[in-house]
Nanobody, 119 residues
Framework: VQLVEHGGGLVQPGGSLRLSCVASGFAFNTYVMGWVRQAPGKGLEWISH????????SAADAVKGRFTISRDDAKNTLYLQMNSLKPEDTAMYYC?????????????RGRGTQVTVSS
């Protein structure tokens, strides 16, 4: 399983970013995929996940209405569109694959991409 995230950076409050995650080494189109994040000094936090084919999604209350998860199974790519960003969204963002794991904290994930929201 290989997951490589892209798209992080520094953005002002209220701004937007789009993260992507390219997957390889497994049948991407058959697995639920998700995004998790870890803020400085805090534990891993589940943000959102999406079923194969994008037929169902779920998001944490903290990001609902601001973040949108999507996937392109033909490209083995997962996305996270983040709008109306807040300073509390500052974190390392990881994509994760729901492969043989009991919760998102234990699922295989990439190395992450840093998102910093600051003026």
């Amino acid at each position: 399983v290989q997951l490589v995230e892209h798209g992080g950076g520094l953005v002002q409050p209220g701004g937007s970013l789009r993260l992507s995650c390219v997957a390889s080494g497994f049948a991407f189109n058959t697995y639920v995929m998700g995004w998790v994040r870890q803020a400085p000094g805090k534990g891993l936090e589940w943000i959102s996940h999406i079923a194969p084919g994008g037929i169902a999604t779920s998001a944490a209350d903290a990001v609902k209405g601001r973040f949108t998860i999507s996937r392109d199974d033909a490209k083995n790519t997962l996305y996270l569109q983040m709008n109306s960003l807040k300073p509390e969204d500052t974190a390392m963002y990881y994509c994760a694959a729901d492969i043989d794991c009991s919760n998102w904290a234990t699922c295989p994930r990439g190395r992450g991409t840093q998102v910093t929201v600051s003026s």
